[in-house]
Each structure stands twice: as C-alpha cells, then as structure tokens.
C-alpha cells in the first residue's frame, strides 16, 4: 500500500462473506478497512440474525485456515445424512416414504472428503462472533461501524469512499459485500436481474424431545420445502416456505396457533418440538449481478447473488467468492499488478461466474419444481429422487457438490493458507 491509499481494500460490509474476506486478506499481509452500518456488537446479538446456515465442508476448512475453525467448533453440528422426501401430507421422516425418496450419508464419500461431514449446521450468530473476534484480533483489519458508505467515485489510480460522516478514503480497490441493496453496486453502475417468489422463509429455533443423529430433513409439501436441521444441544432449526402473507401472519401468531402449524408439517419422528426465542421471517427472491466487477469495484455475497435456500447454498457461494478474490488479490500483488486492475479483477470474476450463475439457476428451477401440487410434475420429480437414489455414483457427485469439493477450488477451500 502506498502512502496514498488508507488501505489496500475497502470492504463494504462486515458480515460473514465481507469478514471471511477481511480476515483472508489479512492472513497475506493485506490492509483492509470493513464499513457496516450496524454496531459491530449488535451482530452478536440473538435478535439480530436467527438464521442458522448449513456449512460446505470446504468453507469449513477455510475458516480452519483462518484461524477462527476452533471458536466455531464446539457449536458446529456434524450433517452426517440427509433425508430428501416428496409428497403431498405431513410427515418428513414417515416410516414408509414411498420411491419419492433420496438419502445421502457422509459415509460414502469419506474416502475424498477426509472424514468430514456432509457439512455443518450453525447458528448464525456464532459464526458472526467467531468472525469478530478474528477481525477485532487482526492488526490488519480496521473495523468502521455503524458507519454506511454514501458513494464510491472511481478514478484511473484509486476508488474513493465517501463515509456517512463525511469522511473520503481511499485503496485500490472497494468491495461490495453488504447485500441485496448494495451501494457498491449502484455506485458501479451494475444492474441486477430477477424477481421475488411471492414467499417468505419462516425460521425458528426448537429445542427436540428426541435427539436428531445429525440428520438433516428437507420435506417437499406443496407451498414450499420445509426443512429440520439439526443443531448442537438437541435442537434444530426450522426452514419452511409459505406465501408471504401467510408467513407474516405466523410471524405474529399466538404460540398455540403456531405450534399447531408446525407440528402438522413436522410429524411425530422427534416428538413435540418446542420454540426457542423469537419467529423470524425472510422474503425470498432470486438477485443476480449482470457483472461481479467493474474498474476498481469487485461484490461477493448478496451482493452478487441472492438465492433461494432450498438447497442451502446462500452463504456458500459468498464464502467461495471471498477465497477465490483473496486469491486472486494475494497473487497479483505478489507479481507486482495493481490489485484494483480491471485485468485483475475479471479473474475473480471469470472464476466465480459460471459457479454463481448456475447455482442461482438451478435453486430457481428446483424451488419452481418443487413449490407445486401439480400431478405431472410430482410424478417427474418423484422419479428422478428415486433415480438418484438408486445410483451411487450420482449420489457421491451431488454430496461432493454439496459440500463445495467440485471444481477448481481457491486454495483457502482446501485449507491450505494463501
């Protein structure tokens, strides 16, 4: 970094992908300068985000790598199977589940995924601790917040970040990773394509009565995937899709009301569960960016892509982009390139595009797919479960998929340091 710039790298965005990123930067020797504009502290907090996220095995690794893997270990549950059923009742480990019916175990791809799991299930709030108290660690690292960027101005040597308060920094290079309504992104002149669903995602944490066997449940009822995932403790986190409105009038139904409809799309498999802490909902819609770069601008995260959860890959695909521009970043500056290049950055860009765009299409089609009652479709689908099902190497191929092992993977996917 030269004395012109306060940092190599502006990030817009403290959250998981922007301070994966961060911290990858900073493990190279990068400066970087985080912008959120909520309290550093308020991301911790139960309230603030009751997601829980499923977690590749390789993203896993990369945290290892980071040096954050052993503060989120001890709340990390191990996906040892998944349970894929399709039908139109209640009920999503029925004990006769009919040929529309998938199972994959973590067993049978242990030979490449070194023991590990299918993945991991975690509370979001963990992951955010962990991930603060790497930043708040790293000397490299310069945390602003509750701080907003206003604009970004783009000239031949540096870009340019006016803050909330009036202050202008300067790097070579400004990323974009603090969502869907991303400024970065305006300020770059980048469109995004898409549309909303029409459904929200109702989220709730539920302590269990039996205990789960690291066995996660993705139940297709004809409004939308419900999914039990199982957490540390013997709870699990409930994932079910419904209308918007309908979801809305859950988020504020009396606990009766409520437990009824749970339990009515839950079945008996593991007993009665019972809420933990508050409902939350969260519009669903696909958002993608036409570009992931531009001159001096890259975005990862959502503000790149926004997909559907119902293959659980949301949080992925940011951690993905966050190695694959860490990479990119530490081995231009190795060579001696202008990080901020747009040659440079349309590496990162090539990289992750067609992983990006493929996954965003895929959820679209499965989510379209599965969201129905329609009796062709049901008999489709239902067939080509039971396909997979019976065909071991399919089965292997869609769990190394999963557990973002396929491709050519960034260096921080493979635990291996930058």
Same mark, same amino acid.
């Given at each position: 970094?030269?004395?012109?710039?306060?940092?190599?790298?502006?990030? =817009?965005?403290?959250?998981?992908?922007?301070?994966?990123?961060?911290? +990858?930067?900073?493990?190279?020797?990068?400066?970087?300068?985080?912008?959120?504009? =909520?309290?550093?502290? +308020? /991301?911790?907090?139960?309230?603030?985000?009751?997601?829980?996220?499923?977690?590749? #095995?390789?993203?896993?690794?990369?945290?290892?790598?980071?040096?954050?893997?052993?503060?989120?270990?001890?709340?990390?549950?191990?996906?040892?199977?998944?349970?894929?059923?399709?039908?139109?009742?209640?009920?999503?480990?029925? $004990?006769? %589940?009919?040929?529309?019916?998938?199972?994959?175990?973590?067993?049978?791809?242990?030979?490449?995924?070194?023991?590990?799991?299918?993945? #991991?299930?975690?509370?979001?709030?963990?992951?955010?601790?962990?991930?603060?108290?790497?930043?708040? @660690? $790293?000397?490299?690292?310069?945390? !602003?917040?509750?701080?907003?960027?206003?604009?970004?101005?783009?000239?031949?040597?540096?870009?340019?970040?006016?803050?909330?308060?009036?202050?202008?920094?300067? &790097?070579? !290079?400004?990323?974009?990773?603090?969502?869907? &309504?991303?400024?970065?992104?305006?300020?770059?002149?980048?469109?995004?394509?898409?549309?909303?669903?029409?459904?929200?995602?109702?989220?709730?944490?539920?302590?269990?009565?039996?205990?789960?066997?690291?066995?996660?449940?993705? #139940?297709?009822? %004809?409004?939308?995937? *419900? =999914?039990?995932?199982?957490?540390?403790? @013997?709870?699990? $986190?409930?994932?079910?899709?419904?209308?918007?409105?309908? &979801?809305?009038?859950?988020?504020?139904?009396?606990?009766?009301? !409520?437990?009824?409809?749970? @339990?009515?799309?839950?079945?008996?498999?593991?007993?009665?569960?019972?809420? /933990?802490?508050?409902? *939350?909902?969260?519009?669903?819609?696909?958002?993608?960016?036409?570009?992931?770069?531009?001159?001096?601008?890259?975005?990862?995260?959502?503000?790149?892509?926004?997909?559907?959860?119902? =293959?659980? @890959?949301?949080?992925?695909?940011?951690?993905?982009?966050?190695?694959?521009?860490? /990479?990119?970043?530490?081995?231009?500056?190795?060579?001696?390139?202008?990080?901020?290049?747009?040659?440079?950055?349309?590496? #990162?860009?090539?990289?992750?595009?067609?992983?990006?765009?493929? !996954?965003?299409?895929?959820?679209?089609?499965?989510?379209?797919? *599965? $969201?129905?009652?329609?009796?062709?479709?049901?008999?489709?689908?239902?067939?080509?479960?039971?396909?997979?099902?019976?065909?071991?190497?399919?089965?292997?191929?869609?769990?190394?998929?999963?557990?973002?092992?396929?491709?050519?993977?960034?260096?921080?996917?493979?635990?291996?340091?930058?």
């Amino acid at each position: 970094m030269t004395q012109a710039h306060d940092a190599d790298v502006i990030i =817009a965005g403290a959250g998981m992908a922007g301070a994966t990123l961060g911290l +990858a930067l900073a493990s190279a020797g990068l400066t970087a300068i985080l912008v959120d504009p =909520a309290p550093f502290d +308020a /991301q911790l907090a139960p309230t603030f985000d009751g997601r829980s996220s499923a977690i590749a #095995y390789a993203s896993f690794r990369q945290w290892r790598a980071l040096g954050v893997g052993g503060d989120l270990e001890p709340h990390a549950q191990r996906i040892e199977q998944i349970l894929v059923t399709d039908g139109t009742s209640p009920g999503a480990a029925a $004990s006769r %589940p009919g040929s529309a019916f998938l199972r994959f175990d973590s067993a049978e791809i242990g030979d490449v995924s070194d023991g590990e799991p299918l993945g #991991y299930l975690i509370e979001n709030r963990r992951i955010r601790a962990a991930l603060a108290a790497g930043v708040l @660690q $790293s000397p490299n690292l310069t945390v !602003l917040a509750p701080m907003k960027v206003t604009a970004v101005e783009v000239t031949p040597g540096a870009a340019k970040v006016t803050l909330s308060d009036g202050r202008v920094l300067s &790097a070579p !290079l400004v990323v974009g990773a603090e969502g869907k &309504a991303s400024v970065v992104r305006r300020e770059a002149g980048i469109d995004t394509i898409g549309w909303g669903y029409g459904q929200s995602g109702v989220v709730a944490t539920v302590a269990l009565e039996r205990d789960h066997d690291g066995v996660a449940h993705e #139940y297709f009822l %004809p409004g939308g995937p *419900f =999914a039990i995932l199982p957490l540390t403790e @013997q709870r699990a $986190s409930l994932v079910w899709t419904e209308k918007t409105a309908q &979801a809305e009038a859950l988020r504020h139904a009396r606990p009766e009301i !409520l437990h009824a409809h749970m @339990q009515r799309r839950f079945g008996e498999f593991l007993g009665a569960p019972t809420v /933990q802490g508050p409902i *939350f909902v969260y519009p669903l819609a696909l958002s993608l960016a036409e570009q992931m770069s531009a001159p001096r601008v890259a975005l990862l995260g959502d503000a790149a892509h926004g997909v559907h959860p119902i =293959a659980g @890959q949301g949080l992925n695909l940011g951690l993905k982009d966050a190695a694959a521009l860490a /990479q990119v970043l530490v081995e231009a500056l190795r060579l001696g390139e202008d990080i901020g290049s747009e040659v440079v950055l349309e590496r #990162y860009a090539a990289w992750r595009r067609f992983d990006n765009t493929m !996954l965003a299409a895929a959820t679209d089609v499965f989510t379209r797919l *599965f $969201s129905n009652d329609i009796a062709p479709l049901r008999a489709v689908r239902g067939l080509g479960l039971a396909v997979v099902n019976r065909i071991a190497p399919a089965r292997k191929f869609f769990m190394r998929e999963a557990g973002g092992a396929v491709g050519d993977l960034p260096r921080l996917l493979r635990g291996e340091a930058l």
